[in-house]
């Protein structure tokens, strides 16, 4: 076989594989309607869902400037400029995670569905469930903890009192085991 001729079937080979995986993947952002993106973009705001992400690259700034102080602290001040330029140009990165974080609701919801979601979060329902949610989870799960513990307190008394009062129904009366052994010694 010749050069020519392996290097057509490694294409092939190449091309066939890359539409096997193409086919595989999930739809891109292209393939989904701007209005259905701009719909989860008003659904990701009314949640708050990716503000949690905020402090990631203040965070790993911090990380980074107390490291390399650690390390040169002779250099302190231009670790610290160099850092936050650094920092603030990545900073424009952030509507890269707004864009997957919309496509990834896109793809769950229906522009119908996050329309819906959109106005019941952005209600002052909705506001007040989202600003309280935490502390109303908190006292769910207090609720929750302190029910289990009675649960378990009442579940084990119950369970024992019927396993001794079964127990003690099986056992002969005690009058009985006694009396037989009198009886049989009267009788010798």
């Not at 190449?14 to 659904?43: K, Y």
């Not at 609720?143 to 396993?163: K, P, S, V, Y």
Request: aromatic content about 4%; proline content about 3%.
């Amino acid at each position: 076989m010749n050069l020519a001729s392996r290097s057509r079937r490694l294409v092939a080979a190449f091309g066939a594989l890359a539409l096997v995986v193409a086919a595989g993947l999930p739809a891109a952002a292209q393939d989904i309607a701007e209005s259905h993106l701009s719909a989860a973009r008003a659904a990701l705001q009314a949640l708050k869902a990716t503000e949690e992400f905020d402090i990631i690259l203040p965070s790993a700034a911090q990380a980074l400037k107390s490291e390399l102080i650690q390390k040169n602290p002779d250099l302190q001040e231009l670790i610290i400029e160099v850092v936050d330029q650094t920092a603030f140009a990545l900073a424009a990165r952030r509507g890269d995670l707004e864009r997957e974080a919309a496509t990834i609701y896109a793809r769950t919801f229906s522009e119908t569905e996050l329309s819906e979601i959109s106005a019941f979060y952005t209600s002052s329902t909705g506001k007040k469930l989202l600003n309280e949610g935490a502390n109303v989870t908190r006292g769910v799960l207090q609720a929750a903890d302190i029910w289990q513990r009675g649960i378990a307190r009442d579940l084990a008394q119950q369970a024992g009192e019927e396993i001794a009062r079964r127990v003690a129904a099986s056992q002969p009366p005690q009058g009985e085991a006694e009396g037989g052994g009198e009886e049989g010694a009267a009788q010798e």
